[in-house]
Structure formats: C-alpha cells, structure tokens
C-alpha cells in the first residue's frame, strides 16, 4: 500500500509512526519497487526526485546556502538515499562522500542521524563543508562579529593578501575594507569560530568584486555585452556601487544570516557529531587532513554517495579563485598546483599526452580511437579523467563494507560533437572493479552552476545518472 501525503500526516498526528519512520517506509517503498523494476529489465528508470522527497523544500534549509559553490548537487538526491532503511539498516552508519565539495551530502548524513566523512581538492571546498556541518553557538557569534567589525574599522596599516591581479578585481576601497576584515578576523578568533568567519567572509568576496554575478568563473562586468537595456544599465550601476561599497557592513549582515542559519542545527536532536573532511584527494582517503595520515581502513564504510567531477567542464579552482587568494590559501601554493589534483581537468602541456591512455573495454577504446584522430587533447583530457575516476572507484571499493551500496550521481557529456557516455562508462570500470549495478535512474536537471557558457566541442549536460552499485 502506497501513502500518500495527507494519509502521513494523519498516521504521525496518531502516533502511529515518527516522521522519520515514514520517511523511511516511504522512501523503501519506492526503493523497492525501482529494485525489483531494474532487475527485470536492466534498463534505466525515469525519475524526479523532488517529487520522491516531496516534504523537502526547494529553498534554503539548514546551513546549505552558508556559502555558494559550482554545480552543488540538488540536497533532494542524497535525502532520499539517507533515508532508506534498505541501503542504511543501521540507525548510526558512517556515511563517505569523496568528492564532497560544499559538502551538501555531509550535512544531509548528519542531519539524518549519521555520522560522515568527505574528501575534496578543493581547499574552499573543505572549509565550506567544515563550516557548514559544525554547530556553533548564535549567542559567541553575535559577540565577536561585533568585536570583528569594530576592530577592522580601526584598522589603519593593512597589507592586502597575494590576490592574482587584486586591482582589476576590486576597488581601491574595496581592497582595504576586505584587508581590514581578513586581518581582524585572523587576530581575533581561533578554531572553528575562526572558520566559519573565514567562510562567511569568503562568501562576500566575488559580491563585491568587479567579476559578473552571472557567471561562475570570474569574468570582469562588461555592460557593453549585455543586448537587454535593463541589464545592461543595471550592470552600470552596479560598476558604480562596487567602488563605494560599504563591505564592512555587508559582512556584518552575511554574519547574521548564516548564524540564523548555523543556530537552526541546535534544533536537530539526532545531530551530535561534526563531518571530518579527511582528504584532498578520493583516489587516496586517509584518517585525516593531515600529510602524513593512514590511509583509512579497507571495509569501513558503511554507504558512499558521490556526484564527482565532469570531464573538461568544471572549473572549481578557477571559480574559487578570488576566495583561495583572499584567504590567503595562494601564498605557498599557485592556483595551477591546486588545479592539477582535479579530477576532470583541462590543461595539460603537450608532453603528457604523448601516451594513449586504452583500458582494453572496447566499447571505452573505440570512442577514444576516434577522437583522439581529430583531437588528441580532448581524447586525453577525457580518458585522463576516465583513468582517475577508476582509481577513485577503487578507492571507494576499497573503503565500502561487503554488501553495502554506492551512489554515483553522474551526467553524459560531449567530446567533440560525440557524445561521451560517462555513466555507462563509469558503470563499466565499477563493474570491472567488482561493484555489481543494482539500479540506474534518471532525473531531469533543473539548475545547475557552471553551466552557462561552455567551448564548443564539450555541450550542455541536461540530466543527472544516478547508479547504485553494491559491493
Ligand atoms: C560536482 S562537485 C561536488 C559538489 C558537491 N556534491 C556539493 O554539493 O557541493 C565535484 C567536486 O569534486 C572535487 N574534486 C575534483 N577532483 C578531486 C579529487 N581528486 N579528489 C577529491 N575531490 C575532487 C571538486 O573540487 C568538486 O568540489
């Protein structure tokens, strides 16, 4: 029997069942009937996964908009998957999600009574993840936001950071307000409190840089390119605001959203434990962050979800790149020593792609035998990306209790007018990998960041593969 939404609330008010456990029947119900569908058919099924959780909002909730962050993965996927009782018997599972980014997995496994860990490249995307699972108190925040913004007002000699081209970024005013808050902050708090200050100043950084809001990576504001007169003239002003702007008090106001956000992490009981993010790179998940760690042991997670990189089409470290500077994460390390640990990157000299990269899958070799004739770059930077992602699976195997699932939300692309099949070839190294494929859904994207603009030979990526594995 299927129950619907208003037979849920009735079968809670009567205390029937807690709405956890609801969620849960509900969630399996569906779950069982995509199982048992994919088994005959072995054929993907076409799903929407808003209407699956549909007691989620759209909007923001909890801590998920402390911080912007490219090509989020939409909180909906991983809520359903959280919820089962089929993939997670257990109430207190460790859940990993290796490329967690702004760490949108971490948080919905925390709010769901799990505990977690995540890995990420990106160094801005692990104090995001950080910032946006730990529970600080509203009332200390309060207190040294104003401490902060009082002291970075007095500031007079401030050193502004190493930021690449800072004077084509931001004002002359603009660079001394962010110089006074960076170096106030940094004297002022310690440890998590200083995190979540570093994260929420970071996330005022690109608003107040000249770089245009509608596009992920920094592209200073041209008004001219715009054909609309409204954006165009609003882009204008904008021009002019910038060089005024009062950044101070923009951060003081950033400070108390995400602190109303932070203070609504009090309220979930089950929520007693913080995410460690623990490595910067999935082909390598250790204890912790630090150099020298262990790796973490075989068989002892008990659920992965995952929505990795993209071949060639995101560009992480370049859309962080005015945070990186301005935290002062580009002083010992270049944007392009980050760059190089990406899974899906696009640069590479000459040199390294004299080798052909084959992975004696016919189905897998043939596309790149063809592309490589036409464009050995492309042929390179997408069975580069193939070969990484391989070693990231087998990590995850590695790690993966038996008989326990693995979620990887995944989307086709294009290489040079083909279309390049990640999920089916992502399904393939996994399956090689001994993971066996227990169900394939599909979802329509509805939005999606860096998917604006992009070179002609990669296209639009329209919907999301969603492939659960078990090991
Ligand atoms: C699609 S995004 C994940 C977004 C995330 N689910 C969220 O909601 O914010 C993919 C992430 O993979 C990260 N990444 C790329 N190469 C990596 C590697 N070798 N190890 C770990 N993370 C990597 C990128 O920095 C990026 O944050």
Not at 75 to 80: L, N, W
Not at 237 to 252: A, P
Not at 348 to 358: A, G, L, P, T, W
């Amino acid at each position: 029997m299927t129950i619907q939404t208003h037979q849920a609330s009735e079968l809670i008010n009567n205390g029937f069942m807690s709405s956890s456990e609801l969620k849960s029947y509900r969630v399996d119900q569906e779950l069982a009937k995509f199982f048992s569908a994919y088994e005959v058919e072995k054929k993907p099924i076409e799903v929407n996964f808003r209407d699956l959780v549909d007691w989620v909002p759209y909007s923001d909730s909890y801590t998920h908009y402390i911080h912007s962050y490219p090509a989020k993965l939409i909180k909906h996927i991983p809520i359903f998957f959280l919820n089962s009782k089929i993939l997670l018997p257990e109430s207190k599972s460790l859940v990993l999600d290796p490329f967690c980014g702004s760490g949108t997995v971490l948080l919905e496994s925390l709010l769901a009574g799990h505990s977690a860990i995540g890995c990420d490249a990106n160094p801005l995307a692990r104090l995001i993840a950080r910032v946006k699972t730990t529970r600080l108190e509203a009332k200390e925040l309060h207190r040294t936001k104003a401490s902060i913004m009082l002291k970075a007002r007095r500031l007079r000699k401030v050193i502004p950071l190493n930021v690449v081209n800072i004077e084509h970024w931001f004002s002359k005013n603009t660079i001394k307000q962010l110089s006074q808050l960076y170096r106030s902050i940094n004297e002022i708090c310690t440890g998590e409190e200083l995190e979540f200050f570093l994260a929420t100043f970071s996330s005022i950084v690109k608003k107040v840089s000249y770089a245009d809001p509608n596009l992920s990576v920094p592209v200073k504001i041209k008004p001219e390119k715009y054909v609309n007169i409204d954006i165009k003239e609003r882009m204008s002003n904008k021009l002019l605001e910038l060089k005024n702007i009062d950044v101070i008090s923009l951060f003081g106001n950033q400070v108390d959203k995400n602190t109303n956000r932070i203070s609504l992490l009090e309220k979930v009981s089950s929520y007693d434990v913080t995410a460690n993010v623990v490595s910067e790179d999935a082909r390598r998940i250790t204890k912790s962050l630090d150099n020298s760690a262990e790796l973490l042991e075989p068989n002892s997670v008990d659920f992965i979800v995952t929505s990795p990189p993209y071949a060639g089409a995101q560009k992480y470290i370049r859309s962080s790149s005015l945070s990186l500077g301005w935290l002062g994460l580009c002083e010992e390390k270049s944007l392009r020593d980050y760059e190089k640990l990406n899974i899906g990157r696009e640069h590479y000299s000459k040199s390294e792609y004299v080798e052909s990269i084959r992975f004696g899958l016919a189905d897998i070799d043939t596309f790149f035998d063809e592309v490589e004739k036409e464009n050995p770059l492309r042929a390179h930077i997408n069975s580069n990306y193939l070969k990484e992602m391989e070693s990231a699976i087998s990590e995850m195997y590695r790690v993966l209790k038996k008989d326990k699932y693995c979620v990887i939300v995944i989307g086709n692309n294009e290489v040079c007018g083909r279309k390049f099949e990640t999920q089916k070839y992502i399904r393939l190294l996994a399956e090689r990998l001994g993971f066996s494929t227990k169900l394939v859904l599909v979802d329509d994207i509805h939005s999606r960041g860096l998917m604006t603009k992009r070179n002609k030979t990669a296209s639009i990526i329209n919907s999301e593969w969603i492939l659960v594995f078990k090991k």
